[in-house]
């Protein structure tokens, strides 16, 4: 499978805070990147996603940004909160094709 | 969205056994996988189910040790084959809607062998 690469793997931020976990890939035919978020004893839920002919794509109090030519693609979450706490997965694929993965972020937002 | 039941959604198995996962979708999709999640670790795909033909698995996993079935457009079962303590992980089923394409996930089976 293709890599997706993804920082930090954990990360700790205060209440109102700006969560940012990035991602890039190697694959230039992926052509769908979604991001999932999943809690303890859960599958992940899909929370965002976005394709590359778009830089920016905003749902609520998370973004996506992606930088095409840079094979990169972040998630940000304004104004963190302790429910936002859980593991933060970025993905990628070909349309219709299965998803492969980044490592994962668990964040931890302190109240 | 789609509603994905598994069934079970936990069980500690012996070495040596095995043990068939359920899948069922509240609707008929298009595509039907299945992952592996590690302890503390990402999302590995072992296999496309493919309704009415053999499952594609992904390198490193083979059908000896991981039969699929995908008897209809709603329904999937994975076996874990003669387990051994590192067959310990969650096991979640997957299924891809197109127009636009979105993927969603079960709540997971956790196996643990003992």
């Known amino acids: 499978q293709q890599q997706v690469k993804q920082s930090p793997q954990s990360l700790i931020v205060q209440k109102g805070g700006i969560s940012i976990i990035n991602c890039a890939y190697e694959?230039?035919?992926?052509?769908?990147f979604p991001w999932y978020q999943q809690f303890p004893g859960k599958g992940p839920a899909l929370l965002i996603a976005i394709r590359p002919d778009v830089s920016e794509k905003k749902e609520g109090r998370f973004t996506i940004s992606f930088n095409k030519s840079a094979k990169q693609f972040s998630l940000h979450i304004m104004d963190s909160q302790p429910g936002d706490s859980a593991t933060y997965f970025c993905a990628a694929e070909t349309s219709g094709s299965r998803l492969t993965f980044g490592e994962g972020t668990q964040l931890t937002v302190n109240p | 969205s789609a509603v994905i039941s598994q069934k079970p959604s936990r069980d500690i198995c012996q070495r040596g056994t095995s043990l068939t996962i359920q899948c069922q979708v509240d609707?008929?999709?298009?595509?039907m996988f299945w992952y592996r999640q590690q302890p503390g670790q990402s999302l590995t795909l072992i296999a496309t189910a493919n309704q009415g033909s053999e499952a594609t698995y992904e390198s490193g996993f083979v059908i000896d040790k991981f039969p699929i079935s995908r008897p209809n457009l709603t329904f999937s079962t994975l076996t874990v084959s003669n387990m051994s303590p590192e067959d310990s992980s969650i096991y979640l089923c997957s299924v891809g809607k197109t127009g636009p394409w979105e993927a969603f996930f079960g709540q997971g089976t956790r196996l643990t062998v003992v």
């Open positions: 609707s008929q999709v298009t595509m």
């Open positions: 694959n230039t035919a992926f052509d769908y």
